[in-house]
């Protein structure tokens, strides 16, 4: 979800929302960061990039940079523990537009009441409303008050698309489904736009798609930034779109499974 065209996505994740008394915070950001220190960086090709981290940065000078790789790149960055109650910091208002993203904490005395919380931050204080994602962990979905907090939450959240379980980029890429901002923004207060694009059942006055997928996917989706052989599969989906073949279709199945 960052990692993608180098960051350079409107679909990028851009603040990651925790519990501030999850047991497993600490090695969920560790795990993260020590992904992204191995994952190597990408030319920052998009023009004023250097500008917006330089930006974040003198607001931010405890972020942290991971990755390596070409000069003209940029590092991934990463800025952890932003308190919630600062609505205004640029993290909360900003579209990075680089390889950035933040994350806060929020405190709540339950796992239902977070999800809650955490909705209501990110329809109140987060700027934008095109796509946002739930992870929601199979054992926390066999809790009554937890699933019914959830799906009060894809209910809830006003953005134009919801993932479950999975990168709500998925909403773009499916095509079928709609992709925009949620509606409602005046022209004075833009953020995400108006209207969508896709919508091949041709609804007139979409709210939002949800798509959603398995806690653990097998094989590894495509997009993961660690799925290895991503770019042959890739190779032979637009071959197949291009001319498609019955014939290609056991290579193509058998390279997605490999991957």
Not at 210 to 222: I, T
Request: with cysteine; charged share 15%; hydrophobic share 45%.
């Amino acid at each position: 979800m960052l990692v993608n065209n180098a960051g350079f996505n409107c679909i990028s994740a851009r603040v990651l929302v925790t519990h501030d008394a999850w047991p497993q915070r600490d090695a969920f950001l560790g795990a993260l960061t020590q992904t992204l220190a191995g994952i190597a960086t990408r030319r920052a090709y998009y023009p004023g990039a250097s500008d917006r981290r330089d930006a974040f940065l003198a607001a931010h000078p405890e972020a942290e940079a991971y990755g390596s790789g070409p000069d003209d790149a940029l590092p991934w960055t990463f800025i952890r523990s932003v308190p919630p109650g600062r609505t205004g910091d640029i993290c909360f208002n900003v579209e990075s537009f680089f390889g950035e993203f933040a994350e806060t904490s929020l405190a709540a005395p339950s796992v239902a009441e977070f999800v809650e919380a955490a909705t209501a931050f990110c329809n109140d204080v987060v700027w934008g409303t095109l796509g946002a994602t739930i992870l929601v962990s199979p054992s926390s979905s066999k809790d009554p008050a937890v699933n019914d907090a959830v799906e009060r939450a894809v209910a809830d959240l006003r953005y134009g698309s919801i993932g479950v379980n999975v990168w709500h980029g998925l909403a773009f890429a499916m095509g079928v489904t709609t992709w925009g901002a949620y509606p409602g923004h005046p022209r004075t207060d833009i953020q995400s736009g108006t209207g969508v694009v896709a919508n091949a059942l041709m609804f007139a006055r979409p709210q939002k798609s949800v798509v959603r997928g398995p806690f653990r996917a097998r094989p590894k989706p495509l997009w993961f930034a660690t799925a290895t052989g991503s770019a042959d599969v890739m190779h032979r989906v637009v071959a197949f779109e291009a001319e498609p073949s019955a014939g290609k279709i056991p290579g193509l199945l058998l390279s997605a499974v490999r991957h």
